[in-house]
Structure formats: structure tokens, C-alpha cells
């Protein structure tokens, strides 16, 4: 007995397991071959939504200094504190949303590595 991966979901299941506990898939019905292009593909999914996550964060850090701009008149007058804190909190998110697509990214390339 060992631990594999679920082809659908991706979770440790045991190897004598016929369904796995966690998507209910079952597990003859995917080849390794076949398993192995449906967790790329996901990979690959779960990049793309990544890069649409960078991308709204990106439109919340521009609202952000926008407001600033036009709250501060073009840098002349002080700011709320509104602005600074949206900034802040875009640039953190930002910071996570980069390092998990990085982390995807990786994974998507050793998977594509494996089909060939």
C-alpha cells in the first residue's frame, strides 16, 4: 500500500482506495497518462486565474494613487488616510497574488515537463 495522488482533485489518497474520499472520483477511470494532462491542464487554469487576480489587484492599486492624486490636488494639500491604507493593502495583495503565481507557474512547468 502507498500514497498516490488523486488524478481529479489532486489529494493523497491510498492506493488500494477505488474512490477517492475527497472529489469521489474514481480511480481506474483515469489513466496516469490521462491523469497526468488533466492536473496540467488545472495547473494551467489555476495560473490564468492568478494572472487575472495580479491584474484586478493592479486596477486597485491605480484607483488608489488616482485617489491619492486627486485628494492630495495634484500632490499640494495633505491626503486622507484613505488612500495610503488602500495602497498599502493593494501592495500586500499584490505581493501574495505574485508569489502564489510563481509557486503555479512552477508547478505548471514541472507537469509540462512530465507529459513530454
Avoid at 500514497?3 to 488500494?16: A, D, K
Avoid at 509557486?103 to 505548471?108: D, E, F, I, S, V
Amino acid at each position: 500500500m502507498s500514497i498516490i495522488v488523486c488524478p481529479r482533485c489532486g489529494n493523497r489518497i491510498s492506493s488500494l482506495a477505488k474512490i477517492c474520499l475527497h472529489c469521489g472520483s474514481e480511480r481506474d477511470v483515469f489513466s496516469d497518462e490521462s491523469s497526468l494532462v488533466l492536473r496540467q491542464r488545472q495547473a494551467r487554469e489555476r495560473v490564468y486565474h492568478l494572472k487575472m487576480s495580479s491584474y484586478a489587484v493592479l486596477s486597485v492599486l491605480l484607483a488608489a494613487f488616482i485617489w491619492y492624486w486627486w485628494g492630495s490636488s495634484g500632490f499640494q494639500k495633505p491626503v486622507t488616510p484613505g488612500p495610503l491604507i488602500l495602497m498599502s493593502l493593494g501592495g500586500c495583495a499584490f505581493m501574495i497574488v505574485r508569489y502564489l503565481l510563481y509557486q503555479a507557474l512552477r508547478k505548471y512547468r514541472e507537469l509540462k515537463r512530465a507529459v513530454k
